[in-house]
T-cell receptor, first 115, second 115 residues
Framework: AQSVTQPDIHITVSEGASLELRCNYS??????LFWYVQSPGQGLQLLLK??????LVQGIKGFEAEFKRSQSSFNLRKPSVHWSDAAEYFC?????????????FGAGTRLAVHP | DTGVSQDPRHKITKRGQNVTFRCDPI?????LYWYRQTLGQGPEFLTY????????KSRLLSDRFSAERPKGSFSTLEIQRTEQGDSAMYLC?????????????FGSGTQLSVL
């Protein structure tokens, strides 16, 4: 079955500390991979996406993610967290074929940032 | 770019009542999606439109749910005979299409509470 697992429900970090959010997926083939962020009262916003090529992708707001095929993982990282990064983060996968973006989302990781 | 707008932001209804939500996508976007997000979970795909054609419906979308996109512009999602299990955030997203990996723009959602 196709699924996305985000093992950490909540993560708390101090401002300025580094961050890594984990994502593992189960899919029939290598899918398209996405990270979205959801702030209270806001719509989901795309942080970055991976389709092919370089397995380290850069996104907005200083985030990056690394695709590891052998581990079926697509972990999100940021070297120095800002208080404004507090939000919920969702990893998602989408089909390479089919022609449209029917995404499967993980349950999310809620990030809290301590001053 | 005014973004994807959804109306209402919140809806409280009694079990058994019918409710209708509206989504206005970004004006030049030909693809429109509905997702549902329950507490503590990531969004789940409900249905997809390309222009006015509804091309896929999830099995999550029971026969009490109907979605339309007349003239390929705004879309409505109607739930008949609401049940408490329908309580969720209903998200609309749009994209300009072309490829499966295109960026989705999400609205802020309609929060439905069924009493």
């Amino acid at each position: 079955a196709q699924s996305v697992t985000q093992p950490d429900i909540h993560i708390t970090v101090s401002e300025g500390a580094s961050l890594e959010l984990r994502c593992n997926y189960s899919y029939g083939a290598t899918p398209y991979l996405f990270w979205y962020v959801q702030s209270p009262g806001q719509g989901l916003q795309l942080l970055l996406k991976y389709f092919s090529g370089d397995t380290l992708v850069q996104g907005i707001k200083g985030f990056e993610a690394e695709f590891k095929r052998s581990q079926s993982s697509f972990n999100l990282r940021k070297p120095s967290v800002h208080w404004s990064d507090a939000a919920e983060y969702f990893c998602a996968v989408g089909p390479v074929s089919g022609g449209y973006n029917k995404l499967i989302f993980g349950a999310g990781t809620r990030l809290a940032v301590h001053p | 770019d005014t973004g994807v707008s959804q109306d209402p932001r919140h809806k409280i209804t009694k079990r058994g009542q019918n409710v209708t939500f509206r989504c206005d996508p970004i004006s030049e976007h030909n693809r429109l999606y509905w997702y549902r997000q329950t507490l503590g979970q990531g969004p789940e795909f409900l249905t997809y439109f390309q222009n006015e054609a509804q091309l896929e419906k999830s099995r999550l979308l029971s026969d009490r749910f109907s979605a339309e996109r007349p003239k390929g512009s705004f879309s409505t999602l109607e739930i008949q005979r609401t049940e408490q299990g329908d309580s969720a955030m209903y998200l609309c997203a749009s994209s300009s299409g072309g490829m499966a990996n295109e960026k989705l723009f999400f609205g802020s959602g309609t929060q439905l509470s069924v009493l």
